[in-house]
C-alpha cells in the first residue's frame, strides 16, 4: 500500500484554472466545424459511434417515459435534450473506469452496456438498484443530491492509493453543484489529485429552480478555480465538444494530473419527472429555442454533409431502436415475482437477530395469511 501526500500547488496562477468566457464547441449548431475551438475533433469512428448511441438512447429514453404514463415505472427523469452529455461523456470512459450516475443517467447508464431493464428496475420500485455495479463498473443511480460526488472520489482516490489505473466519472446537475457534498468532493478531489471527472450537466434549472438563485458566479466551471482545480466550460449540445472534452480530463487524471470541473451547458426539454409541471415555470417559447439546438441534428447534419451518413443508413438505425423498444416493452410488461425475504437477504452480511427475528415474524404472518 502507497502512503500519499497532499499534492503540492502545481501553480501560484490562478489563471490556469480559469474556463473560457465561452462555452468550448468543435460544432456549431448547423453542424458545420468551428474554427480554433480548443478541442481535439474525435475521429470519424467515434463520431459515428456517438450518432447511433444517441439514436438507441433516445429512444429508450421516449419508451421509458411512456412506460411511466402506462404505470410500468413509478417515476422516470427524462434526460431528453441532454443526450451530447449522456453519451458523449461515457463514451470517452475507458474500460477500467467507473461512472456515477444520477437519477437523470438513465441513458448514460444504457450507454455504458447495463441492460435496459436492469437500469429501470430501480424506477419500477424492484429492489437495489437493479444491476450488478462492479460487473459494469457503474454505480448505483443516484437520487439524493451530489452524495455520488463523495463516492466517486473515494473510489478514485483509494484507486491511486494502491496503483490502479481508475478515473472516475461522476455526473452532476447544476442543483447538485449548491450542494455541500459537492464542496467537500472538488475539495478533497484536488488537494490529493484525485483521478476524478466531475461532470455538471446545466439544464438550466433544479426542478423549478433557475441557475440565477442558486450561482452568482460567471459560470459553474468558473468554481473550479476556488479549488485549485482546472474547469471547462463547453457547449452541452454538441456530441464531439463533449467526448473531447472529457476524453481530455480523464487523460489528465490518469496521467496523475488530478480532478477536471466540467460544465456542460444543456436543457431539458421534457418535465423535470412525470410529477412535474414544467409550464408553471418556463415557457415554450424558451423549449422551442432549445429544440433548434438539438444535439441528434447537429451531429447528424455534420456526418451526412461529409458523406459518413446516408438515409440508408440513417433509416437501419431507426428500425434498430423501434426493435429495441419494441423488446423492452415486452420485457417490462412482465410482472416481476417479489420475494419478500429480500427485505432481510441483503442487509448485513451476518444478520443481526433483531433482523432475523423481524423476518421470521413475517413468514409467519405471511403463512397465516395463506391458511386464511
Known sequence: MVTLAPAAPTSTNPQRFLPTETPLALLDAGGHVVADAGLVMPSDDILLALHRKIVLGRRFDSQA????????????????????????????????????????????VVARGVDPVEVLALLRGDWHCGYDPYGYRVAPQCTPLATNALHAVGLAHAARIKGEDTVALVMLGDG????????????????????????????????????SKQSA???????????????????????????????????????????????????????????????????????????????????????????LL???????????????????????????????AELFRYVYAEQTPALGQQQQELARELAESEDQ
Open 176 to 211: 447538485a453543484t449548491s450542494e455541500g457534498d459537492t464542496h467537500e468532493a472538488l475539495n478533497f478531489a484536488a488537494v490529493w489529485k484525485s483521478p476524478v471527472v466531475f461532470f455538471v450537466q446545466n439544464n438550466g434549472y433544479a426542478i423549478s429552480v433557475p441557475l
Open 217 to 307: 458566479a460567471p459560470s459553474l466551471a468558473h468554481k473550479g478555480v476556488g479549488y485549485g482545480m482546472p474547469s471547462m466550460l463547453i457547449d452541452g449540445n454538441d456530441p464531439a465538444a463533449v467526448y473531447a472534452a472529457v476524453a481530455q480530463a480523464v487523460a489528465a487524471a490518469a496521467a496523475g494530473e488530478g480532478p477536471t470541473l466540467i460544465e456542460a451547458i444543456t436543457y431539458r426539454i421534457e418535465a423535470h419527472t412525470n410529477a412535474d409541471d414544467a409550464t408553471r415555470y418556463r415557457d415554450r417559447g424558451e423549449v422551442e429555442s432549445w429544440l433548434a439546438r438539438d444535439p441528434l441534428t447537429r451531429l447528424r447534419q455534420h456526418l451526412t454533409g461529409r458523406g
Open 310 to 340: 446516408d438515409e440508408a443508413a440513417i433509416a437501419a438505425l431507426d428500425a434498430e431502436a423501434e426493435t429495441e423498444a419494441a423488446a423492452l416493452r415486452q420485457r417490462m410488461n412482465v410482472d416481476t415475482v417479489q420475494d419478500p
Open 65 to 108: 417515459t411512456a412506460l411511466t404514463k402506462q404505470g410500468r415505472l413509478a417515476v422516470y427523469p427524462s434526460a431528453r435534450g441532454q443526450e451530447a452529455g449522456e453519451i458523449g461523456a461515457v463514451v470517452a470512459l475507458r474500460p477500467q473506469d467507473w461512472l456515477f450516475p444520477t437519477y437523470r443517467d438513465s441513458m448514460a
